[in-house]
């Protein structure tokens, strides 16, 4: 059973109205939400139903021996889940987990100290390449979970906000290239008023005020590489934001700042999460790149856990295959493991992390033959 | 002002000038960037005569090195795979992050050991900007290459015309046509540190080439045909048919990058080659390292650089100035 407490215990009364608010207002728009709804709109799923589509783990052979986990220091309790599930098929298996953090885990990888890698995000380039600059090949990447939907920390998905005052609908990636990024990036003109995405009467002529994270912060780089197709370039008009500090030291997420200037500005749009949202702003329904029929997707736990809203995130682990190699022993049980009905419960179970869907499942379990 | 060893035996705890150990156990594990081309590997060159140099006085001393690449370099230090990194970029904020992970409440130590020379064959060639050979332009400041690369909501997102950079004539109404490297290439990494500033963000105006070595020369041929075009590049690359431009900063003065100017550092885009080790504590102590690294500084070690013409010493007042940054 998805744990329906985590999202609502971890949204403070603030962001609590406005996914409520917020998911009323997609009721109006979005033609793509077909599952479940929570009765108090939240979109978030009936986990069971979900879930009853992964496969069950069957353990392929007994295996034994030493797994060495290093990597994403926000998943204790999880990999103690899985590490604990798993040893109740295979007793001979022991673990060494080591979390020391995800920017720490390739290093642990290609220096020999780990066998398994967890990225609690998507991976950078560098970290490929450094893998790569040692082995000569790169690693085998397998997704382990999808983002969360509206937990801090855990690589939660974006959301693209307006004023609410603003009557605009949806986006489609592709104008949102357009606005955020640099125009020599894409085809198409660029998008500097709101009368070019469709809205009419005193909206047409207004211009497009731009907001987000700055261009250095993880959510700035997923934004450029699933956004702006991962040119570097951002839009001059583009008022960025930074993280920030509290007097005792807390850390202020930019999102905070991003979502403030929105809601004093009816001209604006901005990239951040419902968690640092107020009354004054409004997420729309994304449209993904090269979608066929144009669908539009609201940012809800469904559309998140379907991979149907397209600012949706993920996490990985890796590891060290040489290639035309296939993936052995302890390692390889426990990532079919993982990637079972079971190891998703226990990603429910946790409560942050969104669980992989079916479909994702499969194309990761392949990546193991 | 203390002399970079003696400063650097403070930072380590230990006594000042490189000195013959009196037993050296540890094998000094390297590990760095990769600038194998077919010509040669400069950077393992110079390596491997500094680590000769040093067994003169610690015979005992062995090494194995593991020029992988720079981004492998940092994981090596703190996977504890590496006792030593050489790498011709700073660490990246991700890296850090990994380090201190991985090494809590410490930052790795930096000492820069060498600057590429401004001959062809230098690894780290120095950037430069370039014109075509006919513009009237001969020095930029650095305060202008700002306003000209950096993207700030603030500015216009115009075109800049080159009457910005104080050119007359029937050039001045003309858009200025920006081309470098890509963004996430060293050397558009080290501009933008050195220009733009802590939090860059460059124009939508600017054209990035890819690659490295190979979009130098791409940059060079864009501007050479392109008589609005102002590009960065690196010397190596520069040919008569494209200008090197005088960088002005805030003496007033033009600098080129000569070999005078970049040992000083007085021409800001040099490049440098930083040693990276741990930091000791009260946990960690490795002699063998510290003394390594106190010879890379000392005036034996720094001979041995200026030995091989594709790099250049360090000066002793900005390896010391490094070291005090980070005590």
């Known amino acids: 059973m998805i744990n329906r407490r985590a999202s609502r215990a971890l949204c403070a009364k603030p962001c609590a109205t406005l996914l409520l608010s917020a998911a009323l207002l997609f009721g109006q728009s979005s033609r793509a939400i077909s599952g479940h709804r929570d009765s108090d709109g939240s979109g978030t799923p009936d986990g069971n139903s979900q879930l009853q589509d992964l496969p069950v783990y069957t353990p392929e052979s007994q295996v034994s021996g030493v797994i060495r986990n290093f990597g994403n220091n926000y998943i204790p309790e999880l990999m103690s889940r899985w590490e604990e599930g798993f040893q109740k098929y295979h007793p001979g298996v022991k673990f060494e987990t080591s979390l020391p953090g995800s920017e720490a885990a390739m290093a642990g990888l290609y220096g020999g100290i780990a066998d398994l890698a967890f990225i609690g995000r998507e991976n950078y380039e560098s970290e490929i390449r450094a893998f790569a600059q040692v082995t000569g090949y790169p690693p085998l990447g397998i997704q382990i979970s999808s983002g969360s939907f509206m937990t801090p920390h855990k690589t939660f998905a974006l959301m693209v906000f307006v004023h609410k005052d603003n009557p605009i609908a949806k986006a489609s990636i592709d104008q949102l290239a357009l606005i955020f990024g640099c125009p020599h990036n894409n085809t198409g003109t660029k998008i500097r008023y709101w ?4 809205l009419k009467g005193t909206w047409s002529h207004r211009r497009i005020h731009v907001y987000g994270y700055s261009p250095t912060t993880g959510m700035a780089r997923y934004f450029q590489r699933t956004v702006l197709g991962g040119e570097p370039g951002w839009s001059d008009q583009l008022v960025d934001f930074d993280n920030g500090h509290k007097p005792n030291g807390e850390v202020i997420n930019a999102g905070v700042y991003v979502l403030d200037a929105l809601a004093k500005d009816p001209s604006g749009i901005a990239f951040a999460n419902f968690l640092y949202a107020g009354p004054n702003v409004r997420a729309i329904a994304l ?24 600012l949706t995130r993920f996490t990985s682990v890796f590891i060290n295959r040489p290639p ?25 179970d946790d409560g942050a992390y969104v669980p992989l869907n079916a479909k994702q499942i499969e194309i990761e379990r392949r990546k193991l033959q | 002002m203390l002399a970079p060893p003696m400063l650097l035996g403070v930072v380590f705890g230990q006594s000042a000038e490189p000195e013959r150990q009196k037993s050296v156990h540890v094998v000094l594990r390297i590990w760095g960037a990769n600038t194998k081309t077919a010509s040669g590997n400069p950077l393992a060159d110079v390596v491997t005569s500094l680590e000769e140099a040093y067994k003169q006085h610690n015979p005992e001393a062995r090494f194995e090195n593991h020029f992988h690449g720079n981004d492998s370099a940092m994981g090596g230090l703190y996977a504890g795979v590496a006792d030593v990194v050489f790498m011709t970029r700073k660490p990246s904020y ?36 370039v014109v075509k ?34 050119v007359s004539g029937s050039l001045a109404r003309q858009p200025i046509h920006l081309v470098g490297f890509d963004l996430n290439s060293e050397e558009a990494m080290i501009f933008a540190d050195t220009v733009l500033g802590n939090s860059p963000r460059w124009t939508c105006n600017y054209h990035p080439e890819q690659g490295s070595s190979a979009a130098a020369r791409r940059i060079v041929d864009d501007v050479k045909h392109d008589p609005n075009a102002l590009g960065i590049t690196t010397l190596d690359r520069v040919t008569s048919e494209v200008k090197v431009l005088g960088l002005v900063g805030k003496s007033g003065r033009a600098i080129y990058p000569t070999a005078e100017n970049l040992a000083s550092g007085t021409y800001p885009l040099f490049r440098t080659v930083l040693a990276i080790t741990r930091r000791p504590s009260k946990k960690y102590q490795d002699g063998t390292t510290a003394n390594f690294l106190s010879f890379l500084a000392s005036p034996q070690g720094q001979e041995v650089v200026a030995s091989d013409d594709r790099f250049l010493p360090v000066p002793h007042a900005a390896t010391a100035d490094a070291v005090k940054a980070q005590r």
């Open chain 1, 195 to 198: 009368g070019q995405l469709g």
């Open chain 1, 287 to 310: 449209v993904a790149k090269g979608s066929p029929k144009n669908e539009a997707y609201s940012p809800t736990w469904e559309n998140v856990f379907l991979r149907r809203y397209p």
């Open chain 1, 324 to 348: 035309g190699q296939a993936v052995n022993g302890p390692v390889r049980e426990f990532l079919r493991y993982i990637l079972s009905r079971d190891g998703m419960q226990s990603v429910a």
């Open chain 2, 94 to 129: 991700i890296e850090l992050d990994g380090y201190q992970q991985m090494i809590q409440g410490q930052t790795p130590l930096q000492i820069p050991v060498m600057r590429g020379s401004p001959l062809v064959s230098s690894p780290i060639p120095p950037i430069v900007l």
């Open chain 2, 133 to 166: 050979a006919t513009n009237p332009l001969t020095t930029v400041t650095l305060t202008n290459l700002r306003a000209v690369f950096g993207s700030d909501c603030r500015d216009s997102a115009a075109l800049r015309p080159w009457s910005v950079l104080n």
